[in-house]
């Protein structure tokens, strides 16, 4: 699909996404290995998941929809993000190496 992130996906485990509002998630989850990672949002749709833009975030950087982090394994990251549009739905939240 067309985004040029084609890192190898990273386990993370207790992944939480909680609406703060329309627009905001508070995000938890546990990486499972040390390094550099990008944390990406999807709306998990029937058909296929949908990329949705993270705009702002209290921890890391913004970089092209996603959140730039250092990870630490086994150490428990939350971050308040905000979205580029409203989600109702089910959001899948993903993370790929750096």
């Known amino acids: 699909s067309g985004s040029g992130s084609q890192q190898p996906q990273v386990e993370i485990n207790n992944v ?13 989850l546990t990486p499972v290995k040390s390094g550099k990672i ?3 949002v999807k709306e998990a749709g029937a058909d296929s998941d949908y990329e949705v833009n993270i705009t702002k975030t209290n921890k890391g ?6 959140v ?23 959001l899948k939240v993903v993370a790929h190496e750096i």
């Open 16 to 28: 939480r996404a909680i609406p703060t509002g329309t627009m905001s998630r508070k995000l938890g």
């Open 38 to 40: 990008s944390i990406y």
């Open 61 to 66: 950087t913004i970089e092209a929809g996603g």
């Open 68 to 90: 730039v982090i250092d990870a630490v394994a086994g150490v428990r990251l939350t971050l308040d993000i905000e979205l580029n549009d409203n989600f109702a739905g089910a």
